[in-house]
């Protein structure tokens, strides 16, 4: 077990997931745990913390949000620093950027075990952190699982993360998880998400895409949700149409920064699409972002002209 570790970057998801790990090997040395909010400690709390144990007892301190930490405290950091205690673990979590990084820089010269939070922004590493999830519930779950898993709820890390806790706990135990499972999990939530609205829009359902508007804003989707999930998938048509048709998926994931399968769905749904129509979906989603986002007074009303608008589009080629 290491003296000294700095969770590092924005994504409390990742964050979490590391302090979930470190803490459960602290417990199983039956060490004593003590956490610290920065924006609320006071001037004492983190030296009287980090005092040496009068029974030569195992301890560990946990500071979250050290980039909050009130300047009077980061003193006692130093000084620990200077002469740190082999019998306690230091547990530094830090969103990242210039605030507090003087304090920052001081704790990277002791040389603690960095872990990346930074956001997750490909495909591939968000697929790779829902795998990583499965196991660590000791459950497998099929590429094609995982995959389905990232498409419809990947802008959310913590979503994903509640989204493979209930699934595993709803799961038969021994099982694989595979994309009949997501499928079944979605049916059983009641919600459509903004990728269903995406996918009947852009297969030119009108009828089919507002009764999927309507019932994910039912289930409390947020219209910003649901004008991302366009743009996704409107990004996807967009890259697609650039590759040659004969290509095989696999081969040009990594240069598109797709997945296979969804490479593969992008293809299925550019049939009746052509450049022209795609440059005026992309207008007509800025248009209904924007509105969503308060230029206009009723943002479901944007949403419902910009599906007519994007499968009209589609409609006239």
């Known amino acids: ?43 004492g709390d983190i030296s009287d913390a980090l005092a040496p144990s009068l ?10 949000d050290l980039q909050d930490l009130p300047e009077e405290s980061r003193d006692e950091i130093i000084r620990y ?9 230091l547990i530094f979590l830090h969103k990242g950027g210039v605030k507090g990084k003087a304090l920052l820089d001081q704790i990277k010269k002791a040389k603690p075990e960095v872990i990346a939070c930074d956001p997750l922004k490909k495909e591939s590493d968000k697929e790779e952190f829902v795998k990583s999830l499965f196991l660590d519930a000791h459950r497998k779950a099929t590429p094609g699982a995982i995959a389905a898993l990232v498409g419809a709820l990947g802008s959310d890390m913590r979503e994903l993360q509640a989204a493979v806790s209930q699934i595993c706990l709803d799961a038969q135990s021994g099982k ?10 979605h049916q059983g939530r009641l919600e459509t998400t903004g990728f269903d609205v995406a996918d009947a829009t852009l297969d030119g359902n009108l009828a089919e895409a507002l009764v999927a508007l309507r019932s994910a804003l039912e289930t409390g989707t947020d219209p910003v949700m649901i004008t991302s999930a366009l743009a996704s998938n409107l990004r996807s048509l967009a890259k697609v149409s650039g590759v040659n048709r004969g290509a095989k998926s696999f081969d040009v994931a990594g240069e598109l920064g797709m997945a296979p399968w969804q490479i593969d769905k992008a293809r299925r749904q550019l049939a009746g699409w052509s450049p022209r129509s795609i440059a005026k979906a992309v207008q007509a989603l800025a248009l209904a972002d924007a509105q969503v986002k308060g230029a206009a007074s009723d ?9 007519a608008t994007i499968t009209a589009a589609r409609a006239a080629g």
Do not use: W
Not at 11 to 29: D, P, Q, Y
Not at 55 to 64: M, Q, T, V
Not at 81 to 89: G, K, N, R
Not at 299 to 307: D, T
């Open 1 to 43: 077990m290491k003296s000294l570790y700095l969770l590092l970057g924005s994504e409390a998801a990742l964050a979490e997931r590391a302090l979930t790990k470190i803490v459960a090997e602290l417990k199983e040395e039956k060490c004593e745990i003590t956490t610290i909010s920065s924006p609320d400690a006071l001037v």
């Open 299 to 307: 943002p479901i009303f944007a949403l419902e002209k910009a599906l």
């Open 81 to 89: 620093l200077s002469a740190p205690d082999e019998l306690t673990t």
């Open 176 to 185: 694989t998880i595979d994309e009949a499972m997501i499928d079944a999990f």
């Open 55 to 64: 029974f030569s007892e195992r301890r560990a301190l946990i500071i979250k």
